[in-house]
């Protein structure tokens, strides 16, 4: 796959405007548009005690994961690596009046063994109100799924303190949806609280996904998430913003024989499956706090399965003229052995030197507190760069 078009393609927006570009005369369809030229390299890695370089899947380690959906994984033969989660994105929204109006996202990225190197459409749904001014919004498409507080803008690196959003955290196999959700807002009475509440359902099936093969299967490996049914529940007034969302599917995981044979691996098959998280935010003056809590459940014991996860997040910032430093930290773990797991401590510092543009500096610190009889990863120290934008 060809990367240099991306990174050329990408130095072209630097310190470009993020005023939306109207394509029509009328304004009716305008374009937007953010990117993210990250470059890192793990500085020293060991697992299982020792040092001594070893092999992880295809990847020669010490090495990290930063990316799950993507399996974006730096490794410390490479040095610094600029292909990993570099990306240039584009969104385009036709308005057809002042109640309808349709949207698509167009990512294009460095590392996509999801699709190959083609851009991927992230987003591309119809929003439609009964008025101008209605407090219901209805919606149907394709949508990133609302699991974590950044869903909405994970891979728009501007909008967040850090290079990335904590990997223990944020990233599964699946991470969208084709279907429809509904939504209301409004204020919360006299209060200076105003709220949001989603509904949503819909399906979505990642052949060949990255998360599964290449982290951990080896062969190609397919899963679907059908019958999604979720909620979200929103409220912000300025210095705090609390958000919990919850959520249930069947997943289905299989790898094909050469007759198109399924084999449905651990038993998952049609599998009710649930995801509930609860974030805790605060911006007040100089100082951000971010802090996020979730919990993965797919409990079957007529099946052996007892596949639960409990991850979590917490960070401190504070803005300082155009730098915001922040130290922070995440975790995640399994609960049935053998455990899976990692602790990772974070150093980071965004400078905002331009208009619409940041500068991001960060240093993990990444420790496995997997229980497997074979190097998950491993520990890691990694070294981030990050200029990322919106236009």
Known sequence: MNKIPLVFAMTMFVGGSAAAIDLTSDGSLKLTGFYTLTAAKV??????????????????CPCTIQTWEYAAVYEKSKGWQLDQESLLGVQIKKEFSPTLAATAQLVMRANNPNHGSRPTVDWAYASW??????????????????????SDYLYIGYAYPWVRPMPDVYGWPIYAYNGANVSYRTQLGASDWAATAQVYTGSYTQRNNAYDTRIYWTDPTHESWKGMVGATFAANNGVFDVRAMLMTYKDSLWQESADGVRNYLLNIHDQRTRIMGVSVNMDYKNWLVKTEVDRYEQVDASKGLNGIYKYALASVGYQYGAFTPALSMSRYRTVAAPIEGRNTQYVSLRWDFAKNTTLKLQYDISKDKSEYSYPFFGDSKLMSVSLQGIF
């Open 43 to 60: 500085l020293s890695g060991s697992a299982l005690g020792s040092s001594a370089p070893w092999t992880y899947q295809q990847w020669k």
């Open 129 to 150: 109100q009964p008025s101008a001014d209605s407090k219901w919004t209805f919606q149907a498409g394709r949508f990133r799924i609302p699991l974590y507080y950044y």
